[in-house]
Structure formats: structure tokens, C-alpha cells
């Protein structure tokens, strides 16, 4: 992937069996862009990345639903990612962060993190 960790091989044959449609709101676009200029990846890497999600746009009330969801561990960009997952009717979310999984997990997502 972009920036290899512990979890990659995992993930990478996890995304291999292609079983599920990825889809994520444009929050992942800009994460992924601003990890890469951290670790001075190229930023076509990302765009080969995202040619496998579908990418929409979070509303004015996505942001205002995220900025209420009842779990004060979350942070602002995770709850944008779980307001995100609530609003396309995800079944599950990925995620490697603890704070969002037992967020996740208490609307109701199945969360996926191979390991």
C-alpha cells in the first residue's frame, strides 16, 4: 500500500478477494494526500489507490450529524468517517483505530481490520 505497516500483507489480500464495494467520502482523499506528503510518497499512488473506491461528499448535515454522535472518545475526522459509513447504509467500516471500531460497533457496523 502507501505507507506499509504491520497490517499491509493482510490488508492487501484482504482487498485482493475484492468481495466488498469500497466506498468512503472524499475525508479519505484528503487523508491519504496529506499522509503521502509526510512521508514524501507520490501523490499518483494515491490517485491509482482511489480508482478502486467509490468516492461521494459529505453534506452540511453530515458534518452537523458528526459533530453530535454520542461518543465523546471520537474525533472530529473519524466521527466525519462514521457519519459517512451511517449515511451510505454501510454494513461495515475499516478501520485499524480503536476509538472509531467501538464507535462503529455500537451503530451496528461490522468493522473489518485484517490483521
Known amino acids: 500500500m502507501l505507507n506499509p505497516q504491520t497490517e499491509t500483507p493482510a490488508l492487501?489480500?484482504?482487498?485482493?478477494?475484492?468481495?466488498?464495494?469500497l466506498v468512503s467520502t472524499y475525508l479519505?482523499?484528503?487523508e491519504?494526500?496529506?499522509m503521502c506528503v509526510r512521508h514524501s510518497i507520490d501523490q499518483s499512488r494515491v490517485t491509482a489507490l482511489?480508482?478502486?473506491v467509490s468516492v461521494v461528499g459529505l453534506?452540511?448535515?453530515?458534518?452537523?450529524?458528526?459533530?453530535?454522535?454520542a461518543f465523546p472518545q471520537l474525533r472530529a475526522l473519524?466521527?466525519?468517517?462514521?457519519?459517512?459509513?451511517?449515511?451510505?447504509d454501510a454494513r461495515a467500516i475499516l478501520t485499524y483505530d480503536r476509538r472509531?471500531?467501538?464507535?462503529?460497533r455500537s451503530m451496528g457496523l461490522e468493522v473489518v481490520a485484517p490483521a
Open 100 to 104: 472509531l471500531s467501538e464507535a462503529a
Open 78 to 88: 473519524d466521527a466525519l468517517h462514521l457519519q459517512g459509513a451511517l449515511r451510505l
Open 50 to 52: 482511489l480508482a478502486g
Open 28 to 30: 479519505l482523499e484528503t
Open 32 to 34: 491519504l494526500r496529506r
Open 12 to 21: 492487501v489480500s484482504w482487498l485482493d478477494r475484492g468481495s466488498e464495494r
Open 59 to 69: 453534506s452540511r448535515s453530515d458534518f452537523v450529524s458528526a459533530g453530535v454522535l
